[in-house]
């Protein structure tokens, strides 16, 4: 499920209760999924990964990153990669995302509406 610390863990709770005030329902983690995804929309075949900021660095983020973040976002790159070859769209929320709960919902919801015809 989530990528590691205890904040991941937090921010992976926060994304779930922002998809069901929306009204989408998810699964959890589905091991038969590459990268393990922590949330999966399988009705638009999305699927959402939240990661922590230290391991996965981004521009703009005030956290500093941790040494082995290169092998973690490659890592991640590589999961996102054979989820797409799958057919499942990805996405990944930053745990600082998780901060502004309306400005999260409101990415969560443009990503699924950009899906908006749900696979049969």
């Not at 990944?92 to 990503?111: F, G, K, S």
Request: net charge positive.
């Amino acid at each position: 499920m989530s990528r590691g610390t205890s904040e991941t863990r937090d921010a992976a709770r926060l994304v779930r209760s922002a998809l069901h005030r929306l009204g989408y329902r998810f699964r959890l983690g589905r091991d038969d999924l590459p990268g393990r995804p922590d949330l999966v929309l399988p009705r638009w075949h999305l699927a959402v990964l939240v990661v922590d900021c230290a391991r996965y660095p981004h521009p703009g983020c005030p956290q500093p990153p941790v040494k082995a973040a290169a092998t973690a976002n490659q890592c991640l790159a590589q999961d996102c990669q054979a989820l797409a070859s799958l057919g499942w769209e990805t996405l990944v929320i930053q745990a600082c995302e998780t901060a502004a709960p309306q400005a999260l919902a409101h990415r969560l919801d443009i990503a699924i509406q950009g899906r908006l015809i749900a696979r049969p």
